[in-house]
């Protein structure tokens, strides 16, 4: 069976992997919200055994991900769990110290970016990390002409995503006890933020 691929995962995922592989060493348990193909969650998961590393999405793309887990046939890496960030129930009985997300919040409309940030700091537990990669503007203006094509792209395939400004969703992150410790410089116009639970 021929599994979904996508060629952004493998473009990224060794420029994203030299960021968080330090900032994971002492974590134990990762929730990555829209898993998608599962090809970041295999390839994160092979890299660092020492997590166990939680796929969630909306329940359509399950099989999907499933495939990717199965082929890996990794110890750490969990049956996906359904999780759309504004409808359905985040999984109380699980405690994570990590929450990590690629390229979806500006997949998402702005009512489930809230929904994810106001959910994901008061999931985590204290010292957890938030850790969002992708595009995002600053002081409302794009960082290249790139972006700004993309996010014209975006709001004709739906006019609720776009990419999102860096400064509200630190706002929303800070209204949950986040603080930002860092936001790193990627390839591509992208960039990695990480935000602390005090």
């Known amino acids: 069976m021929n599994k979904p691929y996508s060629e952004s995962c493998d473009q990224n995922r060794d420029f994203i992997f030299k960021i968080i592989e330090p900032l994971l060493a ?3 348990h990762v929730l990555e919200i829209g898993s998608g193909t599962g090809q970041h969650a295999v390839y994160f998961a092979q890299k660092m055994p020492h997590l166990i590393w939680q796929c969630s999405d909306q329940i359509a793309y399950h099989a999907d991900i499933q495939q990717w887990l199965d082929d890996a046939e990794l110890s750490n890496t969990p049956a996906p769990i359904a999780l759309d960030v504004s ?14 997300s690629a390229n979806a919040v500006h997949i998402m409309s702005w009512k489930n970016v809230v929904d994810f ?11 957890g990390l938030l850790i969002l990669y992708g595009p995002f503007n600053y002081n409302n203006t794009y960082t290249s002409d790139s972006n ?41 116009n992208n960039r990695i933020l990480c935000w602390k639970k005090a």
């Open 26 to 28: 002492d974590k134990q």
């Open 87 to 100: 409808y359905d129930p985040w999984p109380k009985n699980l405690s994570v110290d990590v929450i990590f």
């Open 117 to 127: 940030i106001n959910k994901a700091g008061e999931q985590l537990d204290s010292k």
């Open 148 to 188: 700004a094509r993309f996010d014209i792209w975006l709001k004709q395939n739906n006019p609720q995503s776009g990419i999102r400004d860096f400064e509200a969703i630190n706002e929303l992150a800070e209204q949950k006890g986040l603080s930002l410790i860092d936001d790193f410089t990627m390839p591509a």
